[in-house]
């Protein structure tokens, strides 16, 4: 397989001395991660923060929402070729790579999450349910690795882009 950097390089031989037994934990981890589910769940947070009348936050979990194609758009701009593996040629629907959108799409929905328990959970369940969140968030991003749907600089990216969309929405929407 080619790598187009020494960065995806690195990291994938470090990625596949995983041990096997992982796989199924890394399906599933990928199956989370998958933008769709991320939008489920956002909107199951929306329809609490609803019901607590959080109308601040309905609305920049609205705007979280709209911007979770940002990252299709950019694989449509970029096309750039996904790795060539196993995994990639049964997937179902061929995208293009860069950036992965379950790494963007975990950052910016479960990140959101991580700020709402910050900012609205007490002690020590927010640190708990942020440390929880953030492990999934990694563990998305190294599943798609390791299954080998993307390149570690797609999976850089989308947590680049998913953390500067989640930092506009808080500072620009929430204020916090």
């Known amino acids: 397989m080619n790598y187009p950097k020494t960065f995806d390089r690195l990291v994938v031989s470090a990625v596949e001395k995983l041990p096997q037994w992982l796989h199924p934990v890394m399906l599933w981890a990928s199956y989370l991660g998958t933008p769709l589910v991320m939008a489920f769940i956002l909107v199951i947070v929306m329809a609490v923060s609803y019901s607590q009348r959080h109308a601040n936050l309905v609305i920049a979990q609205a705007a979280t929402l709209a911007f979770l194609p940002m990252a299709s758009i950019i694989k449509l701009i970029t096309q750039r070729a996904r790795p060539e593996t196993i995994y990639v040629e049964n997937m179902l629907v061929k995208t ?67 953390g500067l969309v989640l930092i506009l929405v808080i500072k620009f929407i929430v204020k916090p």
């Open 96 to 162: 293009y790579s860069f950036p992965s959108g379950h790494a963007y799409a975990s950052l910016l929905v479960l990140g959101f999450l991580i700020f709402l328990c910050v900012n609205y959970i007490s002690d020590p369940w927010k640190w708990l349910l942020a440390g929880f969140l953030a492990f999934l968030i990694l563990l998305i991003g190294i599943s798609r690795i390791y299954l080998g749907a993307h390149f570690p600089s797609d999976v850089l990216g989308g947590w680049l882009l998913g």
